[in-house]
């Protein structure tokens, strides 16, 4: 279990972006995260693998603050979370391969990932995790060179490449088509049914979180005003829509819900 307590953020600038943020993850959860533009998204994921840290409160996994473990011990928590990100974050001069040996960077010695020198066991494995996002024919190609729903699978397969418990995803078809969209997240559903991976991602369109979640967490203005499960996200009134969302919201046939990403 993944367990927030009392997170909060505040940036340089006095931006408070997570105000006492509490709730939990079970293992094996496919939660997402909603909310405008700034309202605290981005900045909980990133605070879960310390890309920023928190400025108060508690993350909790496997009995370790994630807050304040130290170097050494940040290093084991980072293997073990994957990240997905909304503009990929590949090495466009790279080739696919390359980038999803990337994933192993945790795990083997650095001056031999500095120098590219990966096992053939890791080769093997990066193969097959092109594989399950059906992209191996794609392996020797520069990474710009794939399209933007491409470039999202060579994403989650490097992050397959920690062997991760849980993989964050942020914003991840924020850029895509629907149905690329619908292709991407259903890669995530995949490895979260078939390997047990707890994801936890952000998402702006109401369709596909009504579709995807298993549970679901809305933030406005850095804080916690909606809990519920992927059956309640289907059920929601239109004041817990505008809870989330602001008394201005409108929701067009509940279908979607806009807006640009963090």
């Known amino acids: 279990m993944l367990e927030y307590k009392n997170l909060s953020k505040t940036y340089d600038d006095g931006t408070e972006a997570l105000k006492k943020v509490s709730f939990e993850v079970e293992d094996g959860d496919f939660l997402i995260i909603i909310g405008l533009s700034g309202s605290g998204k981005s900045t909980l994921l ?14 909790i996994w496997d009995g370790e603050d994630i807050v304040t473990a130290p170097a050494k011990n940040l290093r084991q928590i980072r293997r073990k979370i994957g990240m997905i990100f909304q503009h990929f974050n590949l090495v466009k001069r790279s080739s696919v391969l390359t980038n999803v040996l990337a994933g192993r960077l945790g795990y083997v010695d650095s001056w031999k990932s500095l120098f590219r020198n990966f096992p053939a066991a890791d080769r093997k494995k990066a193969m097959d995790a092109l594989a399950m996002v059906g992209i ?3 392996a020797f190609k520069r990474a710009d060179e794939l399209s933007g729903g491409q470039q999202q699978r060579v994403g989650i397969a490097r992050a397959l490449m920690q062997e991760p418990k849980i993989i964050l995803a942020d914003e991840p078809v ?7 969209a619908h292709s991407i997240l259903g890669y995530l559903e995949k490895l979260n049914k078939e390997m047990g991976i707890t994801i936890i991602c952000s998402l702006h369109y109401l369709d596909l979180v009504q579709r995807y979640a298993t549970r679901v967490v809305g933030l406005k203005d850095g804080e916690v005003v909606y809990k519920g499960t992927g059956d309640d996200i289907k059920k929601m009134t239109d004041e817990e ?3 989330i969302y ?14 640009e990403s963090e």
């Open 174 to 180: 924020a850029s895509l088509d629907p149905v690329l």
């Open 241 to 243: 829509f505008k809870d």
């Open 46 to 59: 990133r605070c879960t693998n310390r890309l920023v840290d928190a400025t108060d409160g508690q993350i």
């Open 136 to 138: 191996t024919e794609q």
């Open 246 to 259: 602001g008394q201005e919201a409108i929701r067009v046939g509940a279908a979607s819900i806009t807006g």
